[in-house]
């Protein structure tokens, strides 16, 4: 996939604590249109699979049991530069550590509760888009 696609994540704390909203309107406000995008409350198996580059890892189980504790807002976003820009725009993982103005230092709460997840790469986007929209026409 060329860079003009990715995937973010509001998590159960954003999409439970009622940041939707307010997220969306920083990611516009960057550039980003919102290509598709879905609720979904993922199953056990399911964040599994899609963490599974950290399984094993010592927050796995915790980060399992938080993004399966309530409902997800996956959203396909496009602009040019997706992959690189929105990272950008999410800010560092820890919002601790996350420039001002970035969705985590607005939004998240913690090193695990950060609100949003977005793909690392162009690579890992197609796959993490296929996860949410297998067989939704993207076009
Ligand atoms: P995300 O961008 O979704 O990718 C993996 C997630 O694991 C990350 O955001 C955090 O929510 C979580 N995570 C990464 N590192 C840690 C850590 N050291 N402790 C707790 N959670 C973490």
Same mark, same amino acid.
Not at 39 to 65: C, I, M, Q
């Given at each position: 996939?060329?860079?003009?696609?990715?995937?973010?994540?509001?998590?159960?704390?954003?999409?439970?604590?009622?940041?939707?909203?307010?997220?969306?309107?920083?990611?516009?406000?960057?550039?980003?249109?919102?290509?598709?995008?879905?609720?979904?409350?993922?199953?056990?198996?399911?964040?599994?699979?899609?963490?599974?580059?950290?399984?094993?890892?010592?927050?796995?189980?915790?980060?399992?049991?938080?993004?399966?504790?309530?409902?997800?807002?996956?959203?396909?976003?496009?602009?040019?530069?997706?992959?690189?820009?929105?990272?950008?725009?999410?800010? @560092?993982?820890?919002?601790?550590?996350?420039?001002?103005?970035?969705?985590?230092?607005?939004? @998240?709460?913690?090193?695990?509760?950060? @609100?949003?997840?977005?793909?690392?790469?162009?690579?890992?986007?197609?796959?993490?888009?296929?996860?949410?929209?297998?067989?939704?026409?993207?076009?």
């Amino acid at each position: 996939m060329n860079d003009i696609r990715t995937l973010a994540i509001i998590k159960p704390d954003a999409f439970g604590g009622g940041k939707t909203g307010k997220i969306i309107d920083h990611l516009e406000s960057a550039g980003f249109g919102v290509l598709a995008a879905r609720v979904v409350h993922l199953s056990r198996a399911g964040a599994e699979t899609f963490y599974d580059v950290h399984r094993g890892k010592p927050f796995f189980t915790s980060l399992v049991d938080f993004m399966t504790s309530g409902p997800v807002l996956a959203m396909v976003l496009e602009r040019e530069g997706a992959v690189t820009r929105l990272r950008e725009v999410i800010g @560092a993982t820890d919002p601790a550590e996350a420039d001002p103005g970035t969705v985590r230092a607005l939004y @998240a709460e913690s090193k695990e509760r950060n @609100a949003i997840h977005a793909s690392d790469s162009p690579d890992n986007a197609r796959v993490e888009v296929a996860f949410f929209f297998a067989g939704v026409d993207l076009a």
